[in-house]
């Protein structure tokens, strides 16, 4: 059963009443524009389609060595990972 809005409203509230508003943080004023604030990533330039799957395959050899996958999931990610090495070598021997 999914709560309506009005529903959570009546929900005992489970933060403590009070204490968000005892701390006072100092914030300096934000001094970028509007644009400039919402898209740091692309001042650095776009990525390629290499560059994700690079970064995607150094995600996935993260996942690889935490040792909380089974066999056959660790498998399944060797073989997700193989292909995107085929593409990404493809990819890279066309440019």
């Not at 059963?1 to 009070?18: F, I, P």
């Not at 330039?45 to 996958?69: C, F, K, M, W, Y």
């Not at 060797?78 to 292909?83: I, K, L, P, T, Y």
């Amino acid at each position: 059963m999914e709560l309506s809005h009005t529903d959570r409203r009546l929900a005992q509230d489970r933060r403590v009443r009070g204490e968000r508003r005892r701390v006072v943080t100092v914030v300096v004023e934000e001094r970028r524009s509007g644009v400039d604030r919402r898209a740091p990533a692309e001042r650095r330039g776009p990525e390629s389609a290499a560059d994700h799957i690079r970064n995607a395959l150094q995600l996935l050899t993260n996942v690889a060595e935490s040792g909380t996958l089974d066999e056959e999931s660790l498998r399944d990610l060797d073989a997700a990972m193989f292909r995107l090495r085929f593409a990404l070598d493809r990819l890279e021997a066309r440019g």
